[in-house]
């Protein structure tokens, strides 16, 4: 992990390399193996990933209740990112008051990673507000954007069952 590869990752935009080079110091990298289900929904989630190298899935639990009283609990890919893409994951359970995890991730290949623990992000953003403000700034459009994303799904999957239910 070198600064210039960091400073492709949304969360570092507008970071200079002494600015990035004090997460670097706390991330550790990481190799995970293809087929490795690395991230568990619902789990305790103390840390975010960039993805270096390699391909993930990210899954969620359907979760229906059933006739019977039993519960579905399969799981539905929602999407699957590229190192290509410089993506950060893991990041919305930095702001979920119990810390869980929104979903599970999944190596389709081999990956290599870069880990910061939330305590170690948390703490360089408290002692460095000017950086703090710009990497919760980033992470804000990040999030923002992924909820536009949801939005846009569900209002696809409501039109398509209103579609089926009309017929």
């Known amino acids: 992990m070198d600064i210039n590869e960091l400073k492709q990752f949304e969360i570092f935009k ?4 002494k600015e990035v080079s004090l997460f670097k110091e706390k991330m550790k990298k990481i190799t995970i193996a293809e087929g490795e289900n690395f991230i568990v929904e619902g789990d305790v989630g103390d840390s975010i990933y960039l993805l270096l190298k390699g391909n993930v899935r990210i ?13 579905d609990n399969r799981e539905k890919a929602i999407i699957n990112l590229s190192a ?3 993506p950060l994951f893991g990041e919305m359970s930095l702001f979920d008051k119990e810390d869980r995890r929104s979903a599970s991730v999944i190596a389709i290949t081999e990956c290599q990673l ?3 623990m939330k305590d170690d992000l948390f703490s360089i953003c408290d002692k ?10 980033n ?7 992924k909820v536009i994303e949801t939005n846009q799904n569900v209002l696809k999957l409501t039109t398509a069952f209103s579609l089926v239910l009309e017929r």
Not at 59 to 71: D, E, I, R, V, W
Not at 128 to 137: A, E, L, P, S
Not at 139 to 145: A, E, W
């Open 128 to 137: 460095n507000t000017d950086i703090g403000y710009k990497v919760m700034k």
């Open 114 to 116: 870069g880990q910061l």
């Open 139 to 145: 992470l804000s459009k990040i999030l923002s954007r």
């Open 84 to 86: 290509n893409i410089k």
């Open 14 to 17: 507008n970071l200079n390399d």
């Open 59 to 71: 899954n969620q639990a359907l979760t229906l209740s059933m006739h019977k009283g039993g519960l």
